[in-house]
Each structure stands twice: as C-alpha cells, then as structure tokens.
C-alpha cells in the first residue's frame, strides 16, 4: 500500500509556543489530505481538509488561526498548533487519498502525540 | 443520530474464534466501504476497502456490503492476538470530500 510518512512521532512542548506536524506522501501524489484528532479510547475527529494550493476547509468548532494548515505541493501538508495550551495535548493524525485514480483509498500517517506542559 | 453506528464493543474472543464486526449506516449515497485497523498511538491501516455491494477476501479477512440493508460487516478468521486492535469502518459516497468514520471496537484476542 501507499506510504504516508508524519512527523515528528511525538514532541513535547511549553505552554504558548507553536509545533509543526508534517504529513508526506512517499510514493504518490496526494491532492487532498485529512487531519484528524484523537482522544483517547475515541474515534477520529476530523479537523480539516486540506487542498493543495488552495486554503483548508475547516470543520465546525476548529479554530483556523490556532491550527494553521498548509498544503504547498502535492506530496506536503503541515498542521500548525499556534500558541499551543495543555487541552491541545492529543494524538493528531494525517491521512491522504491517491489523486486520479478514481481509488477511494485513505492512507494514514503513524501519528503524532502532542504533549503541552 | 450519527451517520455511521458501529457496534461499540469492546469485544473480547479467544484466538482461534470467528469475529464478526459491524456498522450500519444511513446515507443511502455511500458507495465506498473501507475497514482500518489501528493499534495504540498509531494511525489506522487500511485492510479492506470494498465498491459497492458484495463480499471481498482478503486471507483471513472478508469484508460484506449489504447495501440493501444499509450494513456492513468484517469478519476475521482463525483469529490471533496480533489481531487485537480498534477497528474503525469508514465509508464515503463518490461527490463527499470526507469520509465518515465509526467510532471503532476494540477487539481483544486471547490466547
């Protein structure tokens, strides 16, 4: 299967400082990517999609200007966590979905866990 | 009411046991099914991912699609201990920028 590749793995982080998580596609090119948020023991709580070239659609209740998103090229997305605070500690994950092959396919970056002191 | 229900669990078998996973869903538009399984603090990997109606086979794993009954189903074989993990189904209709997921169950296989 396709490979998404996400970093870093973990990092942990004073309060009011900003973490950048990176999500590639490695051997294809991906449009579209996902970022999600998890909880605990709960499912995948989708934050955002990301378009390349274009801004992020944000779902209700996530805030723009705390998770900065950009999506420069087609094999590179980065979630911003600006200003960071202990209830953003979470596991984040990407996801990416193949370009033009009409394949409907999600592929899943291994993570991220975030720690906010 | 959610758009994806998928039975909650957790679900707890001994190895070698027959396991059978579950989801129902609303939104008759959905046209693919896909079955992840993720273990802890990682991201999910793909394991089925089915079209339409009909069953697949993957090894041990086979996926059903009832669309008439708006239910789908991943039933694992010959069940082993590496196989404990949360299962999340996922699916999504041909024009949705997202797919909508389950909130998974979690399966225990015992030795």
């Known amino acids: 299967g396709a490979v998404v590749s996400q970093h870093p793995s973990w990092v942990i982080c004073k309060s009011g400082t900003s973490v950048k998580i990176e999500c590639r596609s490695l051997?294809?090119?991906?449009?579209?990517m996902f970022w999600y948020r998890q909880f605990p023991k709960q499912s995948l709580m989708l934050m955002a999609t990301?378009?390349?070239?274009?801004?992020?659609?944000?779902e209700q209740g996530v805030e723009k200007d705390k998770f900065l998103i950009n999506h420069a090229s087609l094999t590179l997305s980065t979630l911003t966590v600006t200003s960071a605070h202990p209830e953003d500690s979470s596991f984040y994950i990407c996801?990416?979905?193949?370009?033009?092959?009409?394949?409907?396919?999600?592929?899943f970056g291994s993570g991220t866990q975030l720690s906010v002191l | 009411q959610k758009e994806v229900e998928q039975d909650p669990g957790p679900l707890s078998v001994p190895e070698g046991a027959i396991v059978s996973l579950n989801c129902t869903y609303s939104?008759?538009?959905?046209?693919?099914f896909m079955w992840y399984r993720q273990y802890s603090r990682k991201g999910p990997e793909l394991l089925m991912y089915t079209y339409s109606s009909g069953n697949k086979e993957d090894g041990r794993f086979t996926a059903q699609v009832d669309k008439s009954s708006k239910y789908i189903s991943l039933f694992i074989r010959d069940s082993q201990p590496s196989d404990s993990a949360t299962y999340l189904c996922?699916?999504?209709?041909?024009?949705?920028?997202?797919?909508?997921f389950g909130d998974g169950t979690t399966l225990t296989v015992k030795p």
């Open positions: 939104n008759s538009a959905f046209q693919y």
């Open positions: 051997d294809f090119q991906a449009t579209t």
């Open positions: 990301s378009n390349e070239g274009s801004k992020a659609t944000y």
């Open positions: 996922a699916m999504r209709d041909t024009n949705a920028g997202k797919s909508t």
């Open positions: 996801s990416a979905r193949q370009t033009g092959t009409g394949n409907e396919k999600l592929f």
